[in-house]
């Protein structure tokens, strides 16, 4: 009776383990000893072992076959089992919010089970809920700092985390506490092949070797696709080697993956974005700005930003520098020439023969080609259009704009410029 009532004092203080010391003496002080073997029966499921606790509760109704509580705690017993086959089942299937949910349940039942606590703490570090994987873990260690259990969940939510030194040493110390235990060693090799694979396609990357950054950072990407902060730092470390060399569309692939994986991964939203602005895909780039912005709202994110959406206007507009056929640092001197070329090419005159289909379309150019020169002839309105402002505001409205005008003006006006047949299709120019 006495080690009975202390095993009950013990339970009351929620020390199960001493409490079932105690309660085990008591029954095998006397076998017959009911409310002994109750008592072993709960400490051993809120320890978690059921199967232990389902042996005590059938012995107590051996000895009392109505005893309710005895019927009602070997039901708990039951239950809990069940919840541990489900668990291990979808732990294999990798469904962890549903093993999170097993587990739960269990703890209700078995509230002092460390092995319960570590399986969904481990669950949760999957899940990407590190602060609750950590608290798990924590309490744990708090209880017993030598646990290699919660050792292994505490190195495995800072390795997910990207805190890659300080897991290795967790994963080291679960070793030391037990130097079999397969998942910390899986995931300290991991960690420490991931950490140099990283750092070696750093050195490349600052050494110059694009090629060799991208073959390393492609490796590590193979290391462990579990680890998702890691993996998204190396899609984007791999998107900032393609652009590099070049191969844009696949930068913009790589700092996608990085976004699918973090999508609070800022530098990966401003690598792409500039990989969208140099293949003008502005609409693109403005969306990952916009993103950005919202995110941190700094100065140059602003300006980032609003040259974005300065671009996606002026991709809008028509592209005068196009109609000419000239770049856009071209000079005075290449615009006029580029005028001359364009203006006599799509000159109507020149397709008086053609179909009406061509006529129309050839004049659409030549008008095209005028409003281009008046543009890009003119300082002012050059500096208002590259900067994406509107000309209407300078007092220019293309609607009213005619070629004729601007051709007659730049070849001299009346009788300076005339077209001339040859023959069929052929045509000569003669200035005056």
Not at 39 to 61: D, I, T
Not at 208 to 219: P, S
Request: proline share 2%; glycine share 6%.
């Amino acid at each position: 009776i006495y080690y009975g009532n202390r095993a009950a004092t013990l339970m009351m203080l929620g020390r199960f383990r001493e409490a079932l010391g105690d309660a085990q003496q008591s029954v095998r002080l006397d076998d017959s000893f009911v409310r002994g073997h109750l008592r072993e029966g709960k400490c051993h499921l809120s320890l978690g072992n059921a199967m232990a606790a389902s042996r005590c509760f059938q012995r107590v109704l051996e000895l009392d076959h109505k005893n309710s509580q005895a019927q009602q705690e070997l039901k708990n017993a039951t239950t809990v089992l069940e919840y541990e086959k489900i668990a291990e089942v979808d732990f294999e299937k990798r469904d962890f919010r549903k093993v999170v949910f097993c587990m739960d349940r269990a703890l209700e039942f078995a509230p002092a089970c460390h092995r319960f606590k570590i399986l969904k703490a481990e669950c949760l570090a999957l899940l990407g809920r590190y602060p609750e994987a950590q608290s798990v873990a924590s309490d744990i260690l708090r209880m017993d700092s030598t646990n290699a259990d919660a050792l292994y969940v505490r190195g495995l939510c800072l390795y997910y985390e990207d805190c890659i030194e300080k897991a290795v040493q967790f994963f080291v110390q679960a070793l030391r506490m037990a130097p079999d235990h397969e998942k910390a060693c899986l995931a300290c090799r991991n960690a420490k092949a991931l950490k140099a694979k990283k750092e070696d396609g750093n050195k490349a990357f600052k050494d110059g070797n694009y090629k060799l950054a991208y073959e390393l950072y492609t490796e590590a990407l193979g290391i462990d696709p579990n680890n998702i902060k890691t993996n998204a730092k190396l899609y984007c470390n791999r998107g900032t080697v393609n652009s590099k060399l070049r191969k844009l569309e696949e930068a913009i692939d790589d700092c996608t993956n990085a976004v699918k994986l973090d999508d609070t991964y800022i530098k990966a939203y401003l690598r792409r974005a500039q990989c969208y602005m140099d293949t003008e895909q502005y609409e693109d780039a403005v969306r990952d700005y916009e993103k950005v912005y919202q995110t941190e709202k700094t100065k140059e994110h602003k300006q980032l930003l609003k040259n974005a959406q300065v671009e996606l206007k002026k991709s809008k507009r028509k592209d005068y520098y196009k109609i000419l056929g000239v770049d856009k640092n071209a000079s005075e001197d290449e615009i006029k020439k580029a005028y001359r070329k364009r203006a006599l090419m799509h000159h109507p005159d020149r397709h008086s023969g053609a179909s009406a289909e061509v006529q129309k379309e050839e004049e659409k150019k030549f008008k095209e080609v005028g409003e281009a020169f008046t543009i890009l002839s003119d300082p002012k309105k050059k500096a208002r259009y590259d900067s994406g402002q509107d000309l209407e505001e300078d007092g220019l409205n293309m609607g009213d704009f005619d070629a004729n005008n601007i051709f007659k003006a730049f070849f001299g006006g009346p009788g300076g410029f005339s077209f001339e047949a040859s023959g069929p299709g052929n045509f000569f120019f003669q200035f005056g």
